[in-house]
């Protein structure tokens, strides 16, 4: 199946910082990226829809200007979480689909743990 | 949007039984619905999937069938083993485009 590659996989940070996370598609193209968020038990909520070249779409409630997304090419989309809090301390996970066949599978990347101080 | 709805949240069973998760759509368009497996600290892992064009699909021990005019979709794991014991997650969508939309998630424990 094809690879989702996201990094880094665990991130502490203090409170108040920012927090970059990637996510690559390695052997496929993905036009079309959505980052997940899930809390210890629960499962994953959609937090945004990311489009190469276009600004990305994200679910109610969830800020936009805290969770900046870019999806500057078609391998790679990019979260970062801006003046990170304890409460945003989570599961982050990437996913993508693939162009052209076959574009209906969802593949994820190996996920963010995030802990805010 | 859509709703997915999945249960039981929980299942224990013994190794070699046989155990069925089931979950509800809202949205009559969906027409795609795949099973994940997650295991603790994991990414979630796409074990089998079925369209709406379709109403059952079979992979060794795991099953899928979809119900279209009851909008609702079963995993069926048969002959079960330990190493089966994970979070399980149904899923929809309405096309390649759209985002899936998850059920609660399923904590399936296969009791040697």
């Known amino acids: 199946g094809a690879v989702v590659s996201q990094h880094p996989s665990r991130v502490i940070c203090k409170s108040g910082t920012s927090v970059k996370i990637e996510c690559r598609s390695l052997d496929f193209q993905a036009t079309t990226m959505f980052w997940y968020r899930q809390f210890p038990k629960q499962s994953l909520m959609l937090m945004a829809t990311s489009n190469e070249g276009s600004k990305a779409t994200y679910e109610q409630g969830v800020e936009k200007d805290k969770f900046l997304i870019n999806h500057a090419s078609l391998t790679l989309s990019t979260l970062t979480v801006t003046s990170a809090h304890p409460e945003d301390s989570s599961f982050y996970i990437c996913?993508?689909?693939?162009?052209?066949?076959?574009?209906?599978?969802?593949?994820f990347g190996s996920g963010t743990q995030l802990s805010v101080l | 949007g859509e709703n997915v709805e999945q249960h039981p949240s929980t299942l224990s069973v013994q190794e070699g039984d046989s155990a069925v998760i089931k979950c509800t759509y809202s949205d009559s368009a969906s027409n795609y619905f795949p099973w994940y497996k997650q295991e603790l600290g994991k990414r979630p892992q796409l074990i089998i999937d079925?369209?709406?064009?379709?109403g059952e699909k079979k992979d060794q021990r795991i099953a899928v069938t979809l119900n279209k005019t009851a909008k609702h979709f079963s995993l069926h794991i048969t002959e079960t083993q330990p190493e089966d014991s994970a979070v399980y997650f149904c899923a929809a969508r309405i096309s390649g485009n759209t985002p899936l939309v998850f059920g609660k998630g399923t904590r399936l424990s296969v009791i040697a």
């Open positions: 079925i369209r709406s064009n379709v």
């Open positions: 996913s993508a689909t693939a162009t052209g066949s076959g574009r209906e599978k969802l593949f």
